[in-house]
């Protein structure tokens, strides 16, 4: 069976995409702990870093660097929080591997642990933060 995130790449669901190559994929998270938060996934499903081959986990990383440059830009953020959740017990909930990128303020009090996130106004809101990264690239 598919993982959502797999639906997204494939545009049966729709996203905000930020960006896409041959093995990566970058769109919002619909539940942003700061608005503009985004997530980078392998195209292909695999589970966490752990199930990564080399050759694409070497291009990971720089991949979320080009994004989170563009996420700082484009939200004017103070700093962002890097974050992967490997495992249920480390509060996985999507198991296909992918990058938080959440934009920082100056207290911000951003709770990081699961269960609290921040709304956008309006689909206009969430399409304006996803252009302003897009911007940023
Ligand atoms: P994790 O708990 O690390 O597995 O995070 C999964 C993330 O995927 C959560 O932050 C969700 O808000 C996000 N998410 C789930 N479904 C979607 C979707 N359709 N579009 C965007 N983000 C999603």
């Known amino acids: 069976m598919k993982t959502i995130f ?74 962002f929080n890097l974050v992967m959740n490997n495992s249920e017990a480390a509060g996985q909930e999507v198991f296909h591997v992918h990058f938080h990128i959440i934009p920082r303020y100056k207290n911000d009090a951003v709770d990081l642990n699961p269960g609290t996130h921040e709304e956008y106004s309006n689909p206009e809101e969430m399409e304006e933060f996803k252009n302003k990264i897009v911007n940023s690239l």
Request: aromatic content about 10%; proline content about 5%; cysteine-free.
């Open 6 to 79: 797999e639906k997204i790449v494939g545009g049966e669901i729709p996203s905000h995409k930020i960006y896409e190559d041959d093995n990566f994929f970058a769109f919002l998270d619909i539940f942003p702990k700061k608005k503009g938060h985004t997530l980078v996934i392998t195209k292909k499903p695999f589970k966490n870093l752990l199930e990564i081959p080399k050759a694409i986990s070497d291009k990971y990383l720089q991949v979320v660097q080009k994004i989170a440059i563009a996420v700082v830009i484009g939200t004017k953020a103070d700093g």
